[in-house]
Structure formats: C-alpha cells, structure tokens
C-alpha cells in the first residue's frame, strides 16, 4: 500500500473520530425530573361537569411546605392511593394512606386549568373609576341584586360620610332589610325609610345619571341637610292712595 493511500486512510479516521466527539458534545443533557415527596394529609376524588374524575392530594413535603396535586385515578391507582369498585368501577379512597409517605413522578400531575376571570360590567368600571374602588366588587352589589341606580346614590352617601365601598355595602343592606339603626343623622335621629335616609346624606345631583353624562364632579358635595335655605321676600304690593277731594260750595 502506498504511502498516499496510508494517509488519506489515518485522515479518514481522523475525521469520522471528530464527528462523533462533536456530537456527542452537541448531545443535551438528559433533563432530570425531582419526585415530589412528602406526607399524606389528604386524599378526596372530584369530578367535574364533564364527567371526568380526578383524584386531589394534599401533602406536607420534605421542606414544610403544603401543596395538593391532581392526578388521574389510573395514576392514583398505581400509588395505592385510591382502589376501583370492581362491579362499577368507580374510584374510593384508601384512607389508610394518610398520614404516609408517598413519592410522585411530577410528570404524572395533572396542571388546574385557568380560571377565566369574568369581564367586568362596564357601569361598574364606571363607578369604581370615579369613587375609586375595585369595580368587581360593584358588580358583585350587583349580582346580589341591587340596580346600578341604587349603588350609585349608596356610593354617594358614603362618600359624603367619609365612607368607604364597605360603608356603602352596609346602606345598601340597610336599603335591603329596611333596618337603618346603625345610621345617626345629623339631627341625631334615626332614619326609618330610604327616602328620609337619602335626602339627609345626599344631594340631588348624587345620582348615576350624572357620572353616566361626564358631568359629576368628584368633591364633597354637602349633603341636602346641611344645605341652608336662603328666603328672600320683597313686597312688592306697595299702596299709593291719592285722595283730592276739592268741593266748592257754590251758592
């Protein structure tokens, strides 16, 4: 064999030796997965409106800390932690699991879906951008029945007593049960309706209509009880009698 042949053999090696070292370089690490361990505190089955049940695990791991996992009863199964009827097939729970330890493959955990927060109603951003409070919890008055109307003038009053989106749920449940004793006028009496209750706290121009139309101003309006009266009465009925009587005697 001749002397080029020999070494186009060696370089051949040589390089089918480095490609495989390249790759095996290139390779990526085996990514390792931690078990989650820990202590049983809690073993339940739920099923959702699909029909499909799954199995909740509550434990206490190594570092202290709770946390509950989902997984599918087949998995459940596999742990010891839940048997199936075996005429419906339907899961129970092993309660002689808790209090034990148990080691799960982390890929075996079924992740809770996203509670989709629902949009809130456009009045209760509204009103929650002008008295500064979270509008959820105005859509949540209005959810228990109360008009927008209604929430608008109880966000007033409460405004207007230094109040806060707390102060106004409790007139509105006043409003609800009809039962104003927790509320002092400024006459020092109670009111007995909503009518009396409102004119006392409130302004006419405290109304939603206002915020609707851009026209409400944001400061503390004096409420219609503190608001003097101012009368102003002219007589105008004046009497100018002018009696000439000029008689003359004429023989």
């Not at 228990?144 to 409790?170: C, E, H, P, R, Y």
């Amino acid at each position: 064999m001749s002397k080029t042949k020999v070494l186009a053999s060696i370089l051949i090696i040589a390089a089918m030796l480095f490609a495989q070292v390249g790759l095996a370089a290139a390779a990526p690490a085996e990514q390792e997965t931690t078990s989650i361990t820990g202590t049983i505190q809690s073993i339940t089955t739920e099923t959702d409106a699909n029909g499909t049940t799954t199995v909740l695990v509550t434990l206490v791991d190594t570092q202290g800390t709770t946390q509950t996992v989902r997984l599918s009863v087949e998995t459940a199964v596999t742990l010891g932690l839940v048997t199936l009827d075996p005429t419906t097939g339907a899961p129970a729970v092993d309660q002689t699991k808790v209090g034990q330890s148990v080691e799960i493959d982390p890929t075996t955990v079924i992740p809770d879906e996203p509670v989709e927060e629902e949009p809130l109603h456009p009045i209760a951003a509204l009103l929650g951008s002008f008295f500064g409070v979270d509008g959820s919890i105005i859509d949540e008055y209005h959810q228990d029945g109360f008009g927008f109307g209604v929430i608008a003038q109880a966000l007033w009053m409460s405004k207007n007593l230094n109040g806060d989106a707390t102060l106004a749920g409790l007139i509105l449940e006043a409003k609800k049960t009809g039962d104003y004793s927790a509320f002092i006028l400024p006459d020092g009496t109670v009111p007995t309706n909503w009518g009396q209750f409102k004119k006392a706290i409130s302004d006419k121009k405290n109304n939603l209509g206002v915020i609707v139309s851009g026209k409400a101003e944001n400061d503390n309006t004096p409420p219609a009880g503190d608001q003097q009266e101012n009368g102003k009465g002219k007589d105008k009925d004046k009497g100018n009698g002018n009696g000439n009587g000029n008689g003359k005697n004429k023989p």
